[in-house]
């Protein structure tokens, strides 16, 4: 079975081939690390990182995967200038805070972090060549731009119409982005500003003393870490989100493809859709941003998340709400109830063959397929929870073969990381719930069996302690605490309602 994937340079999917047998290079890039990311940055990143397990340990290949760390450019250098720090000191702590999510989130973590930064001296190179080789002129203005008119072949990812190009020295763009529909000379090296210099953000180069454009940035670091890795000057997958395709992805291949004289930077594009806010794509102009560390702070299983995305295809759009996380998270639930029952049963029906190592052979073909045909990872998710309806139905049946399916089953996670962390609390709103006691009806002071059954009770108790404190009866109140915590459950008072969490 053959990885097939949709490449956006074609728009076509295609039989994904290696450069180099059994080996892989892959960039993607980072964020820019004026700010803390975001989860919908984060989305990006996970389908990444699904691309990069699935390489790995789905087809067995050696990886080389690069994701750089942008921190210079002009909004880096504005907001270092504001808090009176150079660039190094006031990128420091986002760096700090996107590993700290990155691990959080269970990313496995790339070969190879540059920072643009170290990169300077490869980013001069490159714009000497251009410079020597004509795509690059010197502005008046003391920058070096790259000529989008001595390039014939820019617009191949983005698909835009060559005629309808604004080029030339009167349409420069000496910004590190410029808008999305227009299509302009942009820089490749910024001449020096008070600014740049007061942050530390300039360095000597023969052109003229500055820094490097955004678009450069990339292009140097992938091509000098992975020539220094021994792949050449070629990569074989790049990725990113698809608000990259244009400028920046299309800007890259430019520059990439006049230094070095071959027709690809990259064989095959790939772009990971947009995450939704409740319907509204993140961004500070509507007030939705929310951060890893916040759905962290809220008690949210990383496992959930990554379950959330996952249930949709990287190229798709995908909706974050409350309801859709938590659904995630009982689906993870049972996950994790099935791993548990599935390792207990292991110790104590020793069988290797059996019906249960039957299906997780059959499982494994079906996983496999969903994930070579474009990363499917809802067709994985599906196989994966009709694994879990038939792994009970034969563990109800005593049947054997549960060694095998539970080493399969790690197997899968290896690729999903998707099951739930040991410990982790399960929430449970009460906002809004309709669950209550009917009139004259005691509540059972210890839990019924059943997870069902005992979140209900949990959730019904917790609505009845409000009520006590409603009434002020706060000695009520915390006798219902007490009994909760008794219960393997903890309550947080919230302003739309408390919360239970099993513990």
């Known amino acids: 079975m053959t990885l097939r994937l949709f490449n956006t340079l074609t728009r076509q999917v295609e039989d994904f081939t290696p450069i ?5 290079s892959l960039y993607t890039c980072g964020p820019t690390v004026w700010n803390y990311a975001h989860i919908g940055n984060f989305r990006t990143f996970l389908f990444e990182d699904l691309l990069r397990r699935w390489l790995r340990y789905g087809l067995g290949y050696e990886l080389y995967h690069v994701m750089n760390l942008t921190d210079v450019d002009d909004r880096i250098i504005n907001e270092s200038g504001k808090a009176g720090k150079t660039i190094r000191d006031f990128v420091d702590p986002y760096v700090q805070a996107f590993f700290e999510d990155r691990d959080w989130l269970r990313i ?3 070969e190879a972090y540059p920072r643009a930064t170290e990169f300077v ?3 001069i190179g490159l714009v000497e060549r251009l410079l020597a080789n004509g795509t690059a002129y010197k502005g008046e203005d003391g920058s070096v731009y790259f000529s989008i008119a001595r390039f014939p072949a820019y617009g191949r990812l983005s698909r835009l119409d060559r005629r309808e190009l604004k080029t030339g020295a009167s349409e420069r763009v000496s910004a590190d982005d410029y808008a999305k529909e227009d299509a302009r000379d942009w820089v490749l090296w910024k001449a020096v500003r008070p600014e740049d210099e007061k942050v530390g953000a300039a360095w000597d180069a023969p052109f003229g003393r500055g820094r490097p454009g955004w678009h450069l940035e990339c292009s140097a670091m992938a091509l000098d870490l992975i020539g220094k890795a021994g792949y050449g000057d070629e990569l074989d997958i790049h990725a990113g989100g698809v608000d990259l395709i244009f400028p920046h992805h299309e ?9 070095t004289g071959k027709s690809d930077f990259a064989r095959v594009w790939l772009h990971g859709e947009f995450l939704n806010v409740r319907g509204t794509k993140m961004s500070k102009r509507f007030g939705n941003i929310t951060t890893p560390r916040d759905l962290r702070q809220d008690g949210v299983d990383p496992a959930a998340i ?3 995305f996952y249930q949709t295809g990287y190229g798709q759009k995908l909706d974050l709400t409350d309801d859709s996380l938590a659904a995630a998270s009982n689906g993870i639930r049972r996950l994790g109830e099935f791993y548990g029952r599935l390792r207990q049963y292991a110790q104590e029906v020793k069988e ?8 997780a052979e059959a499982f494994k073909v079906r996983f496999t397929e969903a994930m070579n045909d474009n990363l499917n990872s809802p067709g994985a998710l599906a196989a994966l929870f009709d694994l879990i309806k038939l792994g ?6 005593r049947k054997g073969g549960a060694g095998r399916l539970l080493e399969t089953l790690g197997w899968s996670d290896r690729i999903l990381g998707i099951l739930p962390v040991a410990g982790q609390v399960l929430v449970v709103r009460t906002a809004g719930a309709e669950i209550s006691a009917e009139a004259g009806e005691a509540l059972a002071e210890t839990p019924p069996s059943g997870t069902d059954a005992q979140e209900k009770w949990a959730t019904r108790w917790a609505l009845a302690r409000q009520e006590a404190k409603r009434a002020r009866n706060y000695k009520e109140a915390d006798r219902i605490r007490d009994l909760l915590k008794s219960a393997g459950w903890e309550i947080r008072d919230k302003a739309d309602g408390p919360e239970v969490r099993r513990l």
């Open 251 to 259: 800007d890259e291949i430019a520059q990439s493809c006049a230094f």
């Open 20 to 24: 180099h047998p059994g080996k892989v």
């Open 121 to 123: 001296q490869p980013m």
């Open 306 to 308: 990554r379950y959330l």
């Open 392 to 397: 009970n139905r034969e563990m109800d049946a």
């Open 108 to 110: 496995e973590p790339a």
């Open 352 to 359: 290797l063959a059996g019906p249960l190592a039957d299906a």
